[in-house]
Antibody, heavy 129, light 107 residues
Framework: QVQLVQSGAEVKKPGASVKVSCKAS????????INWVRQATGQGLEWMGW????????GYAQKFQGRVTMTRNTSISTAYMELSSLRSEDTAVYYC??????????????????????WGKGTTVTVSS | SSELTQDPAVSVALGQTVRITCQGD??????ASWYQQKPGQAPVLVIY???NRPSGIPDRFSGSSSGNTASLTITGAQAEDEADYYC??????????FGGGTKLTVL
């Protein structure tokens, strides 16, 4: 079945980096985007960025520019998210999610939509001294 | 960047209809997608596009949009619908944005 399997929990010290993996199975890895979304305890969902596994193109939320890097290894259908200069506020559950873009024809223009239909179970990253 | 605004909490009596709304400028150009999240679980897509439901999502879930407001309607809410609901949209720069989430309580 279609699924995304994430790597296990991490504990890091402030200033360190963490690299989370997301292995896709059950579909063609290069045909869909991979998004990364995080959620601190008791807080809402926060989008971090996306990657096109086919081209390697990426787009990052402004908040994470300069600190996050999203990469992939197509030979093993795996995406990676690396976050550097960790601080306590980065303690959260990190999710990868498969993304797709669609469009609906309107009267004069197309209306686009984007959706994330398959999610990993999440990776807990704890940043503590 | 753009923002999406949701009511923090909404309640509904069992079997009744509830509408959860999401407001934002990006919704004038992009349809929202909606995600349900239960405690300790990953989000689940429930509505996307104009009004599309992924396989396995009950037809009591529906979506609509008008101007800068997207709505998720649950017709005949069930106890298992109690969860947090998040709207999501894509802005003109290609970035995604989530609403702050709505906690739905089924009474």
């Amino acid at each position: 079945q279609v699924q995304l399997v994430q790597s296990g929990a991490e504990v890091k010290k402030p200033g360190a980096s963490v690299k989370v993996s997301c292995k896709a199975s059950g579909y063609t890895f290069t045909s869909y985007d991979i998004n990364w979304v995080r959620q601190a305890t008791g807080q809402g969902l926060e989008w971090m960025g996306w990657m096109n596994p086919n081209s390697g193109n990426t787009g990052y939320a402004q908040k994470f520019q300069g600190r996050v890097t999203m990469t992939r290894n197509t030979s093993i259908s795996t995406a990676y998210m690396e976050l550097s200069s960790l601080r306590s506020e980065d303690t959260a559950v990190y999710y990868c999610a498969r993304g797709s873009l669609g469009a609906v024809a309107g009267t004069l223009i197309y209306y686009y939509y984007y959706y994330m239909d398959v999610w990993g179970k999440g990776t807990t990253v704890t940043v503590s001294s | 960047s753009s923002e999406l605004t949701q009511d923090p909490a909404v309640s509904v009596a069992l079997g009744q209809t509830v509408r959860i709304t999401c407001q934002g400028d990006s919704l004038r150009s992009y349809y929202a997608s909606w995600y349900q999240q239960k405690p300790g679980q990953a989000p689940v897509l429930v509505i996307y596009g104009k009004n599309n439901r992924p396989s396995g999502i009950p037809d009591r879930f529906s979506g609509s949009s008008s101007g800068n407001t997207a709505s998720l309607t649950i017709t005949g809410a069930q106890a298992e619908d109690e969860a947090d609901y998040y709207c999501n949209s894509r802005d003109s720069s290609g970035n995604q944005v989530f609403g702050g989430g709505t906690k739905l309580t089924v009474l």
